[in-house]
Nanobody
Framework: QVQLIESGGGLVQAGGSLRLSCAAS????????MAWFRQAPGKEREVVAS????????SYADSVKGRFTVSRDNAKNTVYLLVNSLKSEDTAVYYC????????????WGQGTQVTVSS
């Protein structure tokens, strides 16, 4: 199993930035990739960015390309999401998740961290 703990959310003005962190523990050596999801009130959860644990390959949702950057620090077992140029529509609970293989669903989830963007 993998345990995930997110931090770094908060209230920020539109145009501002935050850095979200996701600390992983447990069976992290077998993780294939990790991802950041978000869920806004009344909306379905959506993936915003992902990164492979070993090679660091990244992918992004179109809505966040050029504004969000996902990275990882393997030595600290931590994945980051730098969110820049925040918009009101970025307001959501942000979750990180992990999976063991490319074909697996994201199985392990953190508790989430709230990001609120004020206009």
């Amino acid at each position: 199993q993998v345990q995930l703990i997110e931090s770094g959310g908060g209230l920020v003005q539109a145009g501002g930035s935050l850095r979200l962190s996701c600390a992983a523990s447990g069976r992290t050596s077998s993780v294939y990739s990790m991802a950041w999801f978000r869920q806004a009130p009344g909306k379905e959860r959506e993936v915003v960015a992902s990164i492979t644990w070993s090679g660091g390959s990244t992918s992004y949702a179109d809505s966040v390309k050029g504004r969000f950057t996902v990275s990882r620090d393997n030595a600290k077992n931590t994945v980051y999401l730098l969110v820049n140029s925040l918009k009101s529509e970025d307001t959501a609970v942000y979750y990180c998740a992990s999976r063991y293989t490319y074909s697996d669903p994201y199985t392990y989830w953190g508790q989430g961290t709230q990001v609120t963007v004020s206009s």
